[in-house]
């Protein structure tokens, strides 16, 4: 186990949490300011990677391939915003749980019938390719650097957008009172569908940016939605923070616990029971971080409510 | 009598009735079909005790359905394998009897839904439905990497596990068998829905500071009804795998959870044949739909999201023409 596997692992690491970060946070805004639990999130990761790889197939470029993705989500999200989820938000949690759960059986369904079961494949773009040098003599692949500091410049912008913008105060003030800001001459439909079709075009990004280092198939989104269920559990719901903070703790311990525990596990067990021990405790890992925080913080880290 | 009482009655007739028929026109498929609908309800019927009764939204119930399914693949692989589930600090051996395996799979998944509820009753609303399904999914990936069992493969059982007195190879037993077992848990929710203890519960989703003031806990009460919610879902999870002889991680998986909470939604949450109902239609839908096209699951998804969107109160709000099921 040497120094340059750690900081290897923390930067596979890093990069799984700035991409968890992009599908919690429109999950977190969207169950901040509309008060919404949006299943279907997952679709829309689905959807962007799908956008992208047809487009990528077509044209040949990333760059067309990303903007294809963001406004695929964008125009998906919506759509479904205007035609379904309007009519949820006076309802209970329970109805959006399943109208948002029959949205994945028809987007699912729909993506099986157009494209197949198989899955796509989308490219990582040459000037991307390739393993850097870092400091150190650490080689990592630059695409997956790439990711990292695209994930870190989008939670940037949607600090400014939200602290800084006009658009970012009506939403900070949906979050508080929405009667008072559609007193005040907010139009709260056309805030909503804005705010949806954001949350969508950062999944979409997420699917499509991830869709380069793992295959585009149907169902890709629904284990991503769980586990940004989970960040946004840790980070505390609504909160922009407390998704970022979550997503790299979540992603950190997923991938951390996926080599070291196996290795925990042989100091004092037969390496073959350990390699299997270790495998499921790590692939436990995160729900017990979950649980240990729910235990010290019922509503999160950064989570005022409940 | 109301007309849900009279609706009530008509689907038990049907649930004799038809498979009967089936047993003498020799169609032992339309037995088969009868079955799933039957164990699915009795799933649905414990989770309608949580989400119903006790308002509890728990997105995690594949959790108990599928313990229940291990508690019987795991029991009856050692049996069929002749090796001990258990050597050390006593010999525990595995079982290819019904009554045991149905006992292990109601205490494992009580004591499950037991840790589960006591983590995550302690939140409520949205929190609760992220963390139940997280739970779902931790038990789904523990499941996978099991390779003892088979891991992302499952575990497949030769011969369907036996009862007393009964042939359960002959799907018409195996189908008394289940539907009397689904009688006594419908029975037993009717009953816990009238005593003390289920009123409370009510109370306590319907006003939780007036059922503090009155002293008692809610978080109790809860509780309580989750565990006996998981335990009945789980006593289902080991018929289904028992009807199939197989079980896998797909019983864990929260799509399973998404299936179960469907059944109580199509009929109509918190009546008492609401699941019942549903399973019958999901099973149907299945089945009808499933010949139709390879991609029925669309027209299951737009069918559910107008139950959902325009239907109060299920189909059996809609048949018998009361809205709500707390009147």
């Not at chain 1, 040949?60 to 964008?74: E, I, P």
């Not at chain 2, 108990?64 to 508690?71: D, E, I, S, T, V």
């Not at chain 2, 079980?247 to 799509?255: D, Y």
Request: a neutral charge.
């Amino acid at each position: 186990m040497s120094l340059l596997l750690l900081i290897e692992q923390v930067l596979n690491g890093l990069q799984f949490g700035v991409m968890l970060f992009l599908m919690a946070a429109g999950l977190t805004l969207i169950f901040g300011v509309m008060g919404l639990i949006n299943l279907a999130h997952g679709s829309l990761y689905m959807i962007g990677a799908f956008c992208a790889a047809a487009v990528a197939g077509a044209t040949g470029s990333f760059v067309l391939a990303l903007v294809a993705a963001l406004a695929g989500a964008a125009i998906a999200g919506a759509l479904v915003e205007i035609l379904v989820i309007r009519r949820l938000y006076g309802k209970d949690h329970l109805d959006q749980v399943l109208a948002t759960f029959a949205l994945i059986l028809i987007f699912s369904e729909g993506t099986r019938w157009l494209f197949g079961s198989f899955p796509l494949f989308l490219d990582v773009p040459d000037a991307l390719s390739g393993p850097v040098t870092l400091p150190g003599g650490i080689e990592y692949p630059f695409y997956r650097l790439t990711l990292i500091a695209v994930g870190l410049m989008v939670a940037l912008g949607l600090f400014l957008l939200i602290s800084r913008t006009r658009i970012g105060i009506q939403i900070r003030a949906g979050e508080n009172d929405r009667e008072m800001i559609a007193a005040l001459g907010v139009d709260i439909g056309r805030l909503y569908t804005i705010v949806f079709a954001l949350g969508a075009a950062l999944a979409g990004l997420a699917g499509a940016l991830v869709g380069a280092i793992q295959s585009v198939q149907v169902g890709m989104g629904e284990p991503v939605l769980i586990l940004a269920f989970v960040v946004i559990v840790i980070g505390g719901i609504g909160s922009i923070k407390g998704a970022l903070v979550g997503a790299l703790l979540v992603g950190l311990t997923n991938t951390l616990g996926g080599i070291f525990l196996p290795e925990v596990m042989k100091l004092f067990m037969e390496p073959a029971v350990a390699t299997s021990v270790g495998a499921s405790l790590a692939s436990m890992a995160i729900y017990i971080l979950m649980a240990a925080v729910l235990i010290l913080k019922p509503t999160g880290l950064f989570g005022a409510r409940v | 009598m109301t007309r849900e009482n009279g609706l009530n009655m008509l689907i038990v007739a049907g649930l004799v009735l038809v498979p009967l028929w089936a047993f003498f026109a020799d169609e032992p498929f339309t037995i088969t079909l009868a079955t799933r609908a039957v164990i699915l309800a009795m799933a649905a019927v414990g989770l309608n005790i949580a989400l119903g009764l006790g308002g509890l939204i728990s997105l995690g119930h594949a959790v108990f359905f599928g313990l229940g399914g291990y508690a019987m693949g795991i029991l009856a692989y050692h049996a069929q394998t002749y090796t001990p589930f258990v050597e050390w600090p006593f010999v525990i051996e595995g079982t290819k009897s019904m009554p045991i395996i149905w006992l292990v799979a109601v205490v494992m998944s009580s004591l499950a839904a037991f840790v589960i509820g006591l983590l995550s009753l302690r939140t409520s609303g949205a929190y609760f439905i992220m963390i139940t399904l997280a739970f779902g999914q931790m038990f789904f990936f523990f499941s996978i990497s099991w390779s003892a069992y088979g891991g992302e493969d499952g575990v497949s059982i030769y011969l369907r596990n036996g009862f007393p007195g009964l042939n359960t190879l002959a799907p018409i037993q195996f189908y008394g068998l289940c539907f009397g077992l689904l009688m006594l848990v419908l029975l037993f929710a009717s009953l816990l829905a009238r005593s003390p203890f289920g009123l409370a519960l009510n109370a306590a989703r319907q006003s939780e500071q007036r059922v503090q003031a009155v002293g008692m806990m809610p978080f109790r009460l809860r509780l309580a009804a989750f565990v006996i919610s998981g335990a009945i879902t789980g006593l289902a999870g080991a018929l289904f795998a028992d009807l199939n002889r197989f079980v896998s991680p797909a019983m864990f998986s929260w799509q399973m959870s998404g299936e179960i909470m469907i059944l109580v939604i199509l009929g109509g949450v918190g009546r008492l044949y609401g699941p019942v109902v549903g399973a019958i239609v999901y099973v149907m839908l299945e089945h009808v739909l499933g010949d139709l096209s390879d991609y029925w699951h669309i027209y299951l998804g737009v069918l559910l999201l107008l139950v959902v969107l325009f239907v109060k109160g299920g189909i059996i709000g809609a048949v018998s023409g009361r809205r709500t099921a707390h009147g």
